[in-house]
């Protein structure tokens, strides 16, 4: 027996936490969406060796998104690869 999988990312998303199969409410569910779409946030501060600021701080986000594979029938994340 094979076990259908099914690939999920950020323009192919499932809804989290739902049933994989809706006839098995109790089965495995789609992952969130952490597994492949996730915002990091830097913060930067200029100081010199006394403590003191020097240069305004700086913030920036990167979003880095992946495509995973979920086995249909465990609910497993499989496989994953940049996206």
Do not use: C
Not at 2 to 22: A, E, F, S, Y
Not at 39 to 47: A, G, L, P, R, W
Not at 55 to 60: E, P, S, V
Request: aromatic letters at 4%; a negative charge.
């Amino acid at each position: 027996m094979k076990h259908r999988l099914t690939p999920v990312n950020p323009t192919d998303p499932q809804t989290p936490g739902t049933p994989i199969n809706p006839d098995e409410p109790d089965g495995p569910k789609w992952p969130t969406s952490t597994n492949y779409d996730k915002t990091v946030n830097e913060t930067i501060s200029y100081v010199n060796q006394n403590g003191h600021v020097v240069a305004k701080q700086h913030t920036d986000s990167v979003n880095f998104t992946r495509t995973v594979v979920v086995d249909n029938v465990t609910g497993e994340v499989i496989t994953s690869g940049a996206g």
